[in-house]
């Protein structure tokens, strides 16, 4: 995957090269998130994933790799666990983690693409969240049954709604301690919308043909990896994208990058500065794994030219526009 994509852009003018990430390309002192991502398996195969996740997709986490990523999580003063896949919920551990991260108190996010909840093997799972207090992200790319369905397959748009309308009946989205995001990801070769303008559409249209409410929306712009960067292969939309978000660089968007603030950790335990890298094998210039314990603040970060997705117009990151 690293070797393909580094092909695809090569020619392209260096996003490590450019002042502005000189400047701001270290970690903050003290990273406040640590995203772990507990597997590839996933129920679906999304057109725009970036990690190939799948159904066929062995790699699971297991339960003492997890127990070293709240170790290290408490020694080095994270604020914010952040579990994500794959779908998160089909490592056979996940429930033991949730309820472990809400035992030590820990602030936990869960990124969700929705329709797994519908699955028999999942449907206590909106209670377990409720239970602990978990923060739910969830996937949908568009407020339109076709738009979606293009995008991650026939029928997920209705499951996602019918999910929904769960979490916002154990208090989701209503009350203020059960926090419901969504996530928008562009359906083509463009850059999203304003982030508030999506977000007060999304609210508009779901409340009035669905009845679901929600907190708010991250607007997140398509990293061109994955299958999302094999589609702009196929379709000769690369360079035009790429050209596209280059010509968007936002010099503002670099200083709040997601990596400056946060280390992501395989579902094998290994370090990287985000998701994005994990997809590419960019490991973090950390020594070890996550039981060794390293320090993570101050390290250089692992740039790309896909990283010019995370600075195009206002920012892109797992928490929506950053600029």
């Known amino acids: ?43 679906l195969a999304c057109k725009h994933c ?16 997890m127990q070293a ?12 666990l952040d579990i994500t896949g794959g779908a998160p919920e089909l490592n056979p551990d996940f429930p033991w983690l949730v309820r472990e991260a809400a035992r030590r108190r820990i602030h936990t996010i869960v990124r969700t693409n929705l329709t797994v909840l519908l699955e028999s093997d ?4 909106p209670a377990l969240y409720a239970e602990n207090g978990v923060e739910i992200v969830a996937s949908l790319p568009y407020y339109a049954e076709a738009d979606t369905d293009r995008q991650r397959g026939k029928g997920v748009f209705s499951a996602s709604i019918s999910a929904l309308r769960r979490l916002n009946d154990l208090g989701y989205g209503t009350k203020p301690k059960l926090a419901l995001r969504l996530v928008y990801n562009p359906g083509g070769a463009f850059l999203p919308a304003n ?34 960067g094999d589609f702009l292969d196929r379709s000769g939309n690369l360079t035009g994208y790429m050209n596209r978000l280059i010509a968007a660089f936002n010099p503002a968007a670099v200083e709040n990058m997601m990596c400056r603030n946060q280390i992501s950790v395989d579902w094998d335990g290994s370090l990287y500065d985000c998701d994005f890298n994990i997809a590419l094998g960019l490991k ?35 928490g929506g526009a950053t600029a």
Request: net charge positive; hydrophobic share 40%.
């Open 1 to 43: 995957m690293a070797n393909k994509y580094a092909e695809r852009v090569k020619d392209f003018p260096s996003f490590a090269d450019r002042a502005e990430c000189r400047k701001f390309g270290a970690a903050l002192p003290s990273p406040g998130t640590m995203q772990v991502n507990i597997g590839r398996r996933c129920n």
């Open 50 to 65: 970036h990690m190939d996740a799948g159904p066929d997709r062995a790699e699971v986490m297991r339960k003492d790799i």
């Open 69 to 80: 990523c709240l170790e290290a999580f408490e020694k080095r003063d994270f604020k914010t």
């Open 122 to 125: 999942f449907a206590a799972f």
């Open 195 to 228: 982030q508030e303008s999506l977000a007060a559409e999304f609210r508009k249209k779901l409340a009035a043909s669905h009845n679901i409410a929600f907190n708010n929306l991250y607007a997140i712009t398509n990293s061109p990896i994955g299958r999302f």
């Open 284 to 318: 973090a210039a950390v020594p070890g794994r996550i039981r060794d314990f390293p320090a993570f603040g101050g390290r250089g970060i692992v740039f790309g030219n896909h990283c010019y997705a995370c600075t195009a117009g206002a920012g892109s990151s797992c």
